[in-house]
């Protein structure tokens, strides 16, 4: 039997079909131990689907959501949204031997207020979570 030990998404934060595919998808790989996670958006988009920005409030609280095996989550074109902030929680609750998170920002508005939100979700690991400001990205450049 063959197990996924690295894995790499492009996930749209705004489809709940999509959302509950990728996490039947992160369940069903236990060896799991790489998460390349790109967010994906599209242009100009207006509205945010509510059902969809809160997937994990209505998930089922069986459903059995654990990554044991986890190390590395990079998450590219992070925006901060309620989804987007739940899939990172959802996974720090659940990787007990996660190492660290790097989380890549999309946009610098508003991306103190990111990392605080960030910074207050609570883990199973000592994971360590680095956030990239695409701000300061910039000014290194």
């Known amino acids: 039997m063959y197990e996924i030990m690295n894995l ?3 996930l749209y934060f705004n489809d709940l079909a999509e959302i509950l595919t990728t996490l039947y998808l ?3 790989s236990p060896a799991l131990e790489e998460l390349d ?19 994990l409030d209505n998930l089922d609280d069986d ?3 654990s990554f044991p095996k986890l190390r590395l989550v990079e998450i590219t074109h992070f925006s901060g949204c309620k989804a987007e902030l739940d899939f990172i929680r959802l996974l720090l609750l659940n990787s007990p031997v996660l190492e660290t998170m790097t989380i890549r920002g999309l946009s610098e508005h508003g991306s103190s207020e990111v990392l605080k939100k960030l910074l207050q ?9 680095i956030y990239l400001d695409p701000l300061a990205l910039r000014k290194s450049d």
């Open 26 to 28: 992160l369940r069903s």
């Open 63 to 65: 459903i059995n959501c």
């Open 8 to 10: 790499s998404l492009l």
């Open 121 to 129: 979700l609570r883990r199973t690991s000592s994971a360590e979570i």
């Open 37 to 55: 996670v790109t967010v994906r958006h599209k242009e100009q988009e207006i509205a945010v689907d509510e059902e969809a920005n809160s997937w």
